[in-house]
Nanobody, 113 residues
Framework: QVQLVESGGGLVQPGGSLRLSCAAS????????MSWFRQAPGKERELVASITNGITDYASAVKGRFTISRDNAKNTVYLQMNSLKAEDTAVYFC????????WGQGTQVTVSS
């Protein structure tokens, strides 16, 4: 049974940091491209960051503030988020992609004073 379970979301003040984790099971994690997406209320889901064969890519809105990484031994992908802004408030989802796609259930990140 495939599972992607996100954790680490919460409420943080502007300028703060959070580290999201996505624990995977039920598939060969190391062979999959992993990504983080986010969806704010009333907006479409958007790509935040991806990591494929060690190569990372970021949306322009988060470049220099967010870092995606993975630990294949732990079947986990991370998103380190620094210098958070109110506009980063969203539900964050991880996605695994190879020949098919798997999605997690999401974790809420709220940036507010």
């Amino acid at each position: 049974q495939v599972q992607l379970v996100e954790s680490g979301g919460g409420l943080v003040q502007p300028g703060g940091s959070l580290r999201l984790s996505c624990a995977a099971s039920g598939f060969t994690f190391s062979t999959y491209s992993m990504s983080w997406f986010r969806q704010a209320p009333g907006k479409e889901r958007e790509l935040v960051a991806s990591i494929t064969n060690g190569i990372t890519d970021y949306a322009s809105a988060v470049k220099g503030r967010f870092t995606i990484s993975r630990d294949n031994a732990k079947n986990t992908v991370y998103l380190q988020m620094n210098s958070l802004k109110a506009e980063d408030t969203a539900v964050y989802f991880c996605k695994a992609r190879l020949w098919t796609e798997y999605w997690g259930q999401g974790t809420q990140v709220t940036v507010s004073s």
